[in-house]
């Protein structure tokens, strides 16, 4: 795995003294600083913070989640709310969202230990089905629960509702980073997976051979990753806590 490309983090701001930092060329969306955080659009549907945002692949709509456990839609258009899943989603804070390559089905993860499966129509969401997660004496142990990484399938088994099933297919502690696992990518092939640490590495594994990882050392030096994202099957952009976004050019495994 091989550096590519450092951006910086955005100007320094005194806390208390908003400053614009930019706008889009029509002035549309503005971006800046309140003094206490950068937001391109104030969410005021939250009653705690806004842990993810995403995008619909098809560009229909993005998302947004927080340790409220609610899930909002939005019009990718306009920014306009188009409506919020479940009442709530779910019963603890959802930390993580992700959407199918598609975009035809979307997961949220949820500290109330389930994992939802929706099917996304337009900006139509249909909630399918969910996996909880056993309260097992070791999965509560503080250290190694946030080093256990589970990878399910969506089957063609039906419930008792005629819906899909998420069915686990690889679950093991994860002993290639040494601390809490803050951030996770997959290719667009479904080949490989990304995921970044508290110990300020990002590690590459492969579900053909999960046992052997690319673990990089220090990917951001004295900060744990934020987030990982694939442009394609071999390029790989990472944000941390230190501010910067890294783009990386993978070629193994």
């Given amino acids: 795995m091989e550096l590519e490309k450092?951006?910086?983090?955005?100007?320094?701001v005194?806390?208390?003294?908003?400053?614009?930092?930019?706008?889009?060329?029509?002035?549309?969306y503005l971006l800046y600083a309140s003094?206490?955080?950068?937001?391109?659009?104030?969410?005021?549907?939250?009653?705690?913070?806004?842990?993810?945002?995403?995008?619909?692949?098809?560009?229909?709509?993005?998302?947004?989640?927080?340790s409220d456990g609610?899930?909002?839609?939005?019009?990718?258009?306009?920014?306009?709310?188009?409506?919020?899943?479940?009442?709530?989603?779910?019963?603890?804070?959802?930390?993580?969202?992700c959407f199918s390559k598609?975009?035809?089905?979307?997961?949220?993860?949820?500290?109330?230990?389930?994992?939802?499966?929706?099917?996304v129509d337009g900006q139509q969401f249909t909630f399918l089905s969910q996996y909880e997660f056993e309260n097992k004496p070791e999965n509560m142990l503080p250290i190694l629960a946030r080093l256990l990484i589970s990878v399910f399938q969506i089957t063609d088994e039906e419930d008792e509702h005629q819906l899909p099933t998420l069915k686990s297919i690889c679950s093991e502690w994860w002993q290639r980073q040494t601390a809490r696992v803050t951030a996770i990518g997959w290719s667009p092939n479904g080949r490989r997976i990304a995921t970044g640490s508290l110990d300020t590495s990002i590690a590459i594994?492969?579900?053909?051979?999960?046992?052997?990882?690319i673990v990089l050392c220090n990917a951001h030096p004295m900060s744990n990753s934020t987030s990982l994202s694939w442009m394609?099957?071999?390029?790989?952009t990472s944000t941390a806590l230190d501010g910067s976004v890294r783009s990386w050019k993978v070629s193994t495994p």
């Fill in 14 to 28: 005194v806390r208390g003294k908003p400053v614009v930092l930019g706008a889009d060329p029509k002035g549309t």
């Fill in 232 to 236: 394609d099957d071999c390029n790989l």
């Fill in 102 to 119: 598609d975009g035809s089905r979307f997961l949220s993860a949820s500290a109330d230990k389930s994992l939802k499966l929706w099917k």
């Fill in 35 to 66: 003094g206490n955080s950068v937001v391109l659009r104030n969410l005021k549907h939250h009653s705690t913070f806004v842990n993810v945002v995403r995008f619909c692949p098809t560009g229909t709509c993005f998302i947004s989640t927080g």
């Fill in 205 to 213: 594994w492969s579900l053909d051979t999960p046992k052997h990882a």
């Fill in 70 to 97: 609610k899930i909002f839609i939005y019009d990718a258009e306009n920014g306009s709310t188009v409506g919020e899943l479940g009442n709530p989603a779910h019963k603890g804070g959802i930390y993580g969202a």
């Fill in 6 to 12: 450092v951006i910086p983090p955005l100007p320094r």
